[in-house]
C-alpha cells in the first residue's frame, strides 16, 4: 500500500516525520509545497496510492484529483473549503483571511508565527519564508472551494479532527465530512500528525486495510 503524503499551509514535507516513523515508514512519498524550501510535487501518477492531507493539503489534493488514481483519502485537521458562505456557514470569515493576506503582505515573519502560534507550533521561527507560493496559498485558501471534487472522489474517506482545533472547528468539521467517517481525538489540536501520530498512524492504517488495491 502506497502512501502521498501532502502539508499544510506554512510547513514543509518534514512535517509529516513523526507520522511515518508511528506508522513504521510505509512505502510513500511526502511532497513539498515550497512554502520553506523547493518544491517537490513528483507523484507517480499512474500508480493508486492512499492521499493524506493535513490542513490546505486536504483541499490541495482535492483540487487536484482528476489528475491522480486514488485508493481512498484521509484527512487531518482538514477541510474542501475553508470560507464561510452562504450554504458554508461554519467556514471561517473571509474577512479575517483578507486581513491575514494583507498582513502577511507586510510583515509575513509575524504573520507565520502568529498562524504557527494558533496551530500550537510555539517555536516556529518563520525565518527561510517563500513568500510568492506562501501567498498563493492564502489565496486559494480564500477562493477554492473543493466540496463538489469530494463529493465526487469516489473512494472511501476518512477523516481525522481534534476538538482542541483552534483552525477548523469542530461544526466546519462535522459539516464538510458529513456521510463521511469522521473521527476526533480529545483535546487535539491542529497539528495532530504531530501532537498524536500513533493515534493517527492507527487510524489510518486500519483504514488502510479496508480498501482494494
Not at 523547493?38 to 493539503?57: K, N
Not at 502568529?114 to 527561510?128: I, P, T
Request: hydrophobic letters at 45%; one cysteine or more.
Amino acid at each position: 500500500m502506497r502512501f502521498v503524503f501532502v502539508h499544510g499551509w506554512g510547513f514543509d514535507a518534514g512535517f509529516w516525520n513523526p507520522l511515518r516513523d508511528a506508522m513504521g515508514h510505509p512505502e510513500s512519498v511526502a511532497i513539498d509545497l515550497g512554502f520553506q524550501g523547493a518544491p517537490q510535487l513528483d507523484i507517480a501518477r499512474d500508480e493508486p496510492y492512499i492521499a493524506v492531507g493535513h490542513s490546505f493539503g486536504v483541499q490541495w489534493l482535492l483540487h487536484h484529483c482528476a489528475d491522480h488514481s486514488w485508493l481512498g483519502l484521509v484527512s487531518i485537521n482538514g477541510f474542501a473549503k475553508f470560507t464561510k458562505a452562504d450554504d458554508f456557514t461554519h467556514g471561517t470569515d473571509p474577512r479575517l483571511l483578507r486581513a491575514m493576506i494583507a498582513g502577511f503582505k507586510r510583515r509575513p515573519n509575524v504573520v507565520f508565527r502568529d498562524f504557527m502560534a494558533l496551530c500550537g507550533e510555539r517555536n516556529a521561527v518563520g525565518g527561510a519564508l517563500n513568500t510568492a507560493p506562501l501567498l498563493e496559498g492564502l489565496q486559494a485558501l480564500n477562493d477554492w472551494d473543493e466540496r463538489p471534487a469530494l463529493a465526487e472522489c469516489g473512494v472511501p474517506v476518512l477523516a481525522l479532527a481534534g476538538f482542541a482545533d483552534a483552525v477548523v472547528s469542530e461544526n466546519m468539521s462535522r459539516s464538510t465530512y458529513a456521510g463521511h467517517h469522521l473521527m476526533f481525538k480529545t483535546g487535539g489540536n491542529h497539528l495532530l500528525a504531530r501532537t498524536d501520530p500513533q493515534w493517527c498512524g492507527d487510524k489510518i492504517l486500519d483504514f488502510a486495510k479496508d480498501l482494494k488495491t
